[in-house]
């Protein structure tokens, strides 16, 4: 920390930042009315992406990156910034277009938080360039800002906070004596939007102006990293020294390892740079522990590999999906840390942390263009998802009725959508109908949870085409058929095992035993009565695990147990029927 920023900024810029976060205030309310009375941009998902992209973003990132509000520079960076967000929004609009779930929520909150991430970094380079009046940076002032930057971010968050949890107990002491204007004030969006910018606004001039305060509470998190450090790299190195003994199944059948390795790993390497790589003149730690904290570093590269193994695995089961392509771009930037510094530290020896010092100037735009690409046509991770799901089966890796159709659907926006029209007309559909089946069905939901039957109930060709009889060629009746998905809608689903099973050895006369798999009662008794069908009960089974629809086949064997009306066996399990009152009564009836 040899190195000190101003200690203020000037007038012009201290009003010129709020005034920026103001017109953000109200710019963020003109699209909630616009949402909340449905007109334009509102009317139109690709322009209000766009557009809450830029009016977000842009002053976010002076926020953060503005030294002096007379500088040329701002007008560079502001002709540039603004038309990339608006791209990426419009690539963000026209991905949720295609997408009616509230997946598009996650669509969001993955954009706001790997853009936000490049805002940060982009933003410690455009404050050093403005500080320094050349193209030119130097780590440690970029380490500084970092600080800076960080705390601000918090700091603000904190006093915004503390402001509405005072306008909260002003709104609930004057409700409790019977006036609830300021109630009601407070919770509208007129109030809310502009007031809250005002405060933020108010709330950053103050603490960067406070750059003493910011110097303090980075000196205390550094004590508290310091004392940290080692510990993390002991976990580290134990846990790679206990893998030949315990083996690498265990970690594998967790599900989890590859997220824990990764998350060790970064907390690793914040803890080592935010320590370390401030002045390597002057070492945090007595040279013994200085040895082995960079040797763990040096490990680190066994985390990412078994890392990426782990991932590997996954994707090699499963094929890719968004969440294991956002593991993969981050395991790939982790070990573009680890491995140059597995690199720099035997090569420089004890110049090294001046080699990772640069090595992470050009590391952290790696991240920040990388971040920024996969929002963008040319890497988008949604894309290469659906291509590889389409692929699986395709390929035959996964069953045409066990392929997720509502993932595509509402995880992967337009390019799902894109995926399931080309998959409709390709030539697997057209030798599997049941994918033509489900797309045409899946397309018609509104939601991924949405349950909708692939079959129509007046269609009996199709429902005979997934109700299986038994015993093979038994003629089952339009009516019974009728009435059984009436009791068993689920059965329309193709997804769902039923079965119809023909009883001969019964009394008064054969029965039809309706069974559902996975339900309780396990299936339902039909008797003819006229041209119409008595429900005699409900049938279980409690002498044999499973389900009975899957299990009971061969008929042939099954028998009513002598002196009973409503236990059947077929020499390995007992079925019992437990006759309805209404059955009962009948058969009490003269």
Request: hydrophobic share 50%; with cysteine.
């Given at each position: 920390?040899?190195?000190?920023?101003?200690?203020?900024?000037?007038?012009?810029?201290?009003?010129?930042?709020?005034?920026?976060?103001?017109?953000?205030?109200?710019?963020?309310?003109?699209?909630?009315?616009?949402?909340?009375?449905?007109?334009?941009?509102?009317?139109?998902?690709?322009?209000?992406?766009?557009?809450?992209?830029?009016?977000?973003?842009?002053?976010?990132?002076?926020?953060?990156?503005?030294?002096?509000?007379?500088?040329?520079?701002?007008?560079?960076?502001?002709?540039?910034?603004?038309?990339?967000?608006?791209?990426?929004?419009?690539?963000?609009?026209?991905?949720?277009?295609?997408?009616?779930?509230?997946?598009?929520?996650?669509?969001?909150?993955?954009?706001?938080?790997?853009?936000?991430?490049?805002?940060?970094?982009?933003?410690?380079?455009?404050?050093?360039?403005?500080?320094?009046?050349?193209?030119?940076?130097?780590?440690?002032?970029?380490?500084?800002?970092?600080?800076?930057?960080?705390?601000?971010?918090?700091?603000?968050?904190?006093?915004?906070?503390?402001?509405?949890?005072?306008?909260?107990?002003?709104?609930?002491?004057?409700?409790?004596?019977?006036?609830?204007?300021?109630?009601?004030?407070?919770?509208?969006?007129?109030?809310?939007?502009?007031?809250?910018?005002?405060?933020?606004?108010?709330?950053?001039?103050?603490?960067?102006?406070?750059?003493?305060?910011?110097?303090?509470?980075?000196?205390?998190?550094?004590?508290?990293?310091?004392?940290?450090?080692?510990?993390?790299?002991?976990?580290?190195?134990?846990?790679?020294?206990?893998?030949?003994?315990?083996?690498?199944?265990?970690?594998?059948?967790?599900?989890r390892a590859a997220l824990l390795m990764m998350l060790l790993t970064v907390v690793v390497l914040f803890f080592f740079n935010a320590v370390l790589s401030d002045d390597p003149d002057h070492p945090a730690y007595p040279a013994w522990l200085r040895r082995f904290v960079l040797f763990g570093v040096m490990l680190l590269p066994v985390n990412s590999l078994l890392a990426a193994w782990a991932l590997g695995l996954r994707i090699d089961?499963?094929?890719?999906?968004?969440?294991?392509?956002?593991?993969?771009?981050?395991?790939?930037?982790?070990?573009?840390f680890t491995l140059t510094y597995a690199v720099v530290i035997p090569w420089h020896r004890r110049r090294a942390l001046e080699g990772i010092r640069t090595a992470n100037q050009w590391l952290a735009l790696l991240v920040a263009a990388v971040l920024i690409l996969i929002h963008t046509p040319l890497a988008d991770l949604r894309d290469w998802s659906a291509q590889s799901q389409v692929d699986r089966l395709i390929s035959g890796r996964?069953?045409?009725?066990?392929?997720?159709?509502?993932?595509?659907?509402?995880?992967?926006?337009?390019?799902?959508?894109?995926?399931?029209?080309?998959?409709?007309?390709?030539?697997?559909?057209?030798?599997?109908?049941?994918?033509?089946?489900?797309?045409?069905?899946?397309?018609?939901?509104?939601?991924?949870?949405?349950?909708?039957?692939?079959?129509?109930?007046?269609?009996?060709?199709?429902?005979?085409?997934?109700?299986?009889?038994?015993?093979?060629?038994?003629?089952?009746?339009?009516?019974?058929?009728?009435?059984?998905?009436?009791?068993?809608?689920?059965?329309?689903?193709?997804?769902?095992?039923?079965?119809?099973?023909?009883?001969?050895?019964?009394?008064?006369?054969?029965?039809?035993?309706?069974?559902?798999?996975?339900?309780?009662?396990?299936?339902?008794?039909?008797?003819?009565?006229?041209?119409?069908?008595?429900?005699?009960?409900?049938?279980?089974?409690?002498?044999?695990?499973?389900?009975?629809?899957?299990?009971?086949?061969?008929?042939?064997?099954?028998?009513?147990?002598?002196?009973?009306?409503?236990?059947?066996?077929?020499?390995?399990?007992?079925?019992?029927?437990?006759?309805?009152?209404?059955?009962?009564?009948?058969?009490?009836?003269?």
């Amino acid at each position: 920390m040899e190195e000190r920023t101003r200690t203020l900024i000037d007038t012009p810029t201290r009003y010129g930042l709020i005034v920026m976060a103001v017109a953000q205030g109200w710019l963020l309310y003109f699209l909630h009315l616009a949402i909340d009375q449905r007109f334009w941009p509102a009317t139109d998902v690709t322009w209000l992406v766009s557009l809450y992209a830029v009016i977000i973003g842009v002053p976010a990132f002076f926020y953060l990156g503005l030294e002096r509000l007379r500088d040329t520079r701002n007008l560079i960076a502001a002709a540039l910034l603004t038309p990339l967000l608006f791209g990426l929004g419009w690539h963000l609009g026209w991905l949720i277009s295609g997408s009616r779930s509230s997946g598009t929520v996650e669509f969001g909150f993955f954009f706001c938080g790997s853009i936000g991430v490049a805002l940060f970094i982009l933003a410690l380079y455009f404050r050093s360039w403005s500080f320094n009046d050349r193209l030119t940076f130097r780590y440690s002032q970029l380490l500084e800002y970092s600080w800076q930057q960080a705390l601000t971010m918090a700091m603000v968050g904190l006093f915004i906070l503390v402001f509405w949890l005072l306008l909260l107990i002003w709104a609930l002491l004057f409700k409790v004596i019977g006036i609830g204007f300021f109630a009601d004030l407070f919770g509208e969006p007129v109030f809310i939007y502009p007031v809250t910018a005002l405060v933020g606004g108010w709330g950053l001039v103050l603490t960067r102006e406070r750059i003493r305060l910011i110097v303090t509470t980075r000196a205390v998190c550094e004590a508290l990293i310091k004392a940290l450090l080692p510990l993390a790299v002991l976990i580290a190195v134990l846990f790679l020294a206990a893998l030949p003994f315990t083996g690498l199944d265990a970690i594998w059948d967790t599900g989890r390892a590859a997220l824990l390795m990764m998350l060790l790993t970064v907390v690793v390497l914040f803890f080592f740079n935010a320590v370390l790589s401030d002045d390597p003149d002057h070492p945090a730690y007595p040279a013994w522990l200085r040895r082995f904290v960079l040797f763990g570093v040096m490990l680190l590269p066994v985390n990412s590999l078994l890392a990426a193994w782990a991932l590997g695995l996954r994707i090699d089961q499963y094929g890719l999906t968004v969440d294991r392509l956002i593991a993969a771009v981050l395991q790939l930037l982790i070990a573009a840390f680890t491995l140059t510094y597995a690199v720099v530290i035997p090569w420089h020896r004890r110049r090294a942390l001046e080699g990772i010092r640069t090595a992470n100037q050009w590391l952290a735009l790696l991240v920040a263009a990388v971040l920024i690409l996969i929002h963008t046509p040319l890497a988008d991770l949604r894309d290469w998802s659906a291509q590889s799901q389409v692929d699986r089966l395709i390929s035959g890796r996964v069953a045409p009725d066990a392929f997720d159709y509502r993932y595509l659907r509402f995880e992967l926006g337009q390019y799902g959508q894109d995926a399931l029209h080309d998959l409709k007309q390709s030539d697997f559909a057209k030798n599997h109908p049941i994918v033509n089946l489900r797309i045409e069905t899946v397309l018609t939901h509104d939601n991924r949870w949405q349950n909708l039957p692939d079959i129509k109930a007046d269609n009996l060709s199709a429902i005979r085409s997934v109700v299986e009889v038994t015993p093979d060629g038994a003629g089952v009746p339009d009516s019974l058929l009728k009435r059984f998905i009436d009791d068993a809608p689920r059965c329309l689903s193709r997804k769902q095992h039923c079965r119809l099973v023909r009883v001969v050895d019964a009394v008064p006369g054969p029965q039809w035993w309706g069974l559902t798999e996975h339900s309780y009662p396990a299936g339902v008794v039909y008797q003819a009565n006229g041209e119409d069908w008595l429900q005699v009960g409900t049938l279980s089974s409690r002498t044999c695990p499973g389900d009975i629809a899957v299990r009971l086949r061969n008929v042939e064997r099954l028998k009513r147990v002598p002196g009973s009306r409503f236990v059947y066996g077929d020499g390995e399990c007992f079925y019992r029927i437990d006759a309805d009152d209404a059955y009962l009564r009948s058969l009490a009836a003269p």
